[in-house]
């Protein structure tokens, strides 16, 4: 599939039109079973084995809410600053595809959970920009369609299609914004940083791993230009899942560049949703449905929800410091550098530094540990740093055995292997492996004895007063001793033993 022929320069676009910018954002919840019913939900397992018949719609089966999805997405309203909502209602939207069994969706149409909040989204340059949210509803998700035969992957050109329904059911929050105007030329930028801002407050609520990678969080952009100091928004167009913060930004700037090219040929935007493709481009995807066309009508099967205040008081007092304001007041702490900041949040650590601090380490072996030796090991396995088998608690616990004399820094590195390994708690680790300093000097003498024998010409030019020349023998010894000897010990000894001490 091709790129479009032709785009508007970006400053041609900006002198002409203004940007108008709508954000909707899928977000799964990490419950452990599904909305409305007891599938677990958890990602990753074999295909359409996490189904029931509530969630493939069997007839006679019947809907019951899950109580922590309704209290993750009230948490989420209040830290969005939403109002929310004292009663109401789900709603059957009515369509068909084949990802989802019953032919409707439950969801929130007239009277969403929360409604008529901001988010101030913190941009590169230190200042922010008020996002301001329309509603934020909750929804079941829909499954998964595979398309084989097609060289996109995609329905078109596909020979066959595969169903999964594992993610029927799954819960789901839509975020909404209000129309986001006035932004000029940083609207890419604004678009990006809002999603960025949302994907780091939600996981701080600890409400979804908003990986977009894997489709736990997706977001939907809608862009429409209207002409310089017209009052009428133009027609919109919805770039659908796009699944990374900059595809959010890259999708943007060509909607503008791609739309500015069909008003100044004469033609008019469809109002249509939009594939995003990782090249950089969108292309067609169905014309726009309106909400009449999806004919929505009260859940028979549902009750209405009306948290009380007592419950939304409750869960107001657990609306977590927002990340961006606790990083800012973690560097003051910590003294670091933005770049060096910059790199702890690029790498997802900064919590898990502040995290092992907490139980007891200095942010300097924290940020080492995580910032260095524990991102290595997320890449090489593929995960998220966080997704690694070790806590903070337990890297902590490695960095007072270093304190204690108990390890080197070579050896914490095995133990912290061993951790990752799922062979126990670091100082169980230690011990099964045998990687506990040496402290013995006997011990040690007699490694040292033994190295000097056997390289007679370095313990010569030792004792001749070349003292650069113990490293060899250092090195001996701590290969003998596989590594457990106090280097600096063991150094002390070669020097004395040569008359150098």
């Not at 070349?466 to 106090?486: L, N």
Request: charged fraction near 25%; aromatic fraction near 6%; charge should be negative.
């Amino acid at each position: 599939m091709s790129v479009a022929a032709e785009l508007v320069d970006y400053d041609d676009v900006l002198a002409a039109y203004e940007p108008v910018m709508g954000m909707e954002v899928h977000v799964e919840l990490s419950t452990a079973t599904k909305m409305f019913c007891g599938c677990a939900n958890r990602f990753g397992a074999e295909p359409n084995t996490q189904v029931c018949p509530v969630c493939l719609g069997l007839p006679g089966s019947l809907p019951v809410l899950n109580e922590a999805a309704v209290e993750s997405a009230i948490r989420i309203g209040l830290a969005l600053n939403c109002q929310i909502a004292p009663w109401g209602r789900f709603a059957r939207k009515n369509y068909f595809y084949p990802d989802q069994p019953k032919n409707y969706q439950i969801s929130q149409y007239d009277e969403p959970i929360a409604v008529n909040g901001y988010l101030d989204v913190p941009l590169d340059d230190g200042t922010t920009w008020r996002v301001e949210i329309e509603r934020a509803h909750m929804e079941e998700d829909t499954g998964k369609l595979t398309h084989l035969g097609s060289d996109t992957g995609r329905i078109a050109g596909a020979t066959t299609s595969l169903a999964d329904y594992n993610r029927a059911g799954v819960p789901l929050i839509e975020i909404v914004t209000k129309p986001i105007e006035g932004t000029g030329e940083r609207a890419p930028e604004i678009a990006r940083a809002y999603v960025t801002a949302l994907r780091d407050l939600l996981r701080a609520l600890d409400v979804s791993d908003v990986r977009m990678d894997q489709g736990s969080m997706r977001c939907d952009s809608n862009v429409s230009l209207k002409p310089k100091g017209a009052a009428e928004f133009g027609t919109r167009t919805e770039t659908k899942n796009v699944n990374s913060l900059k595809s959010v930004e890259v999708a943007v700037r060509y909607e503008m560049r791609r739309q500015a090219a069909v008003l100044q040929a004469g033609g008019t935007v469809t109002q249509e949703t939009r594939h995003f493709h990782e090249d950089g481009y969108t292309t067609a995807g169905r014309s726009k449905e309106t909400a009449q066309d999806y004919r929505y009508f009260p859940e028979p099967d549902l009750e209405p929800i009306a948290p009380s205040d007592e419950l939304v008081d409750r869960l107001r007092a657990t609306i977590p410091e927002l990340p961006w304001l606790a990083r800012k007041r973690i560097q003051q702490d910590w003294g670091i550098s933005d770049e060096v900041m910059r790199d702890l949040v690029n790498a997802g650590a900064v919590e898990l530094v502040a995290a092992t601090v907490a139980h007891g380490a200095s942010s300097e072996g924290a940020r080492a540990w995580w910032g260095n030796f524990l991102v290595q090991k997320a890449n090489e396995s593929g995960v998220e740093l966080d997704a690694l088998p070790i806590t903070p608690a337990q890297v902590a616990a490695v960095l007072k055995l270093v304190d204690d004399g108990k390890l080197s820094t070579k050896l914490a590195r095995q133990v912290v292997e061993g951790v990752l390994a799922g062979e126990g708690e670091p100082e169980q680790v230690m011990e099964a492996r045998g990687l506990a300093l040496v402290r013995d000097d006997s011990l040690i003498q007699a490694a040292v004895d033994e190295a000097l024998a056997a390289n007679p010409d370095i313990a010569e030019k030792i004792r001749g007063g070349k003292v650069q020349a113990a490293g060899a023998v250092v090195g001996a010894v701590m290969k003998a001793t596989k590594g457990s000897a106090d280097a600096a010990r063991v150094r002390e000894l070669v020097l004395a033993a040569c008359g150098q001490g």
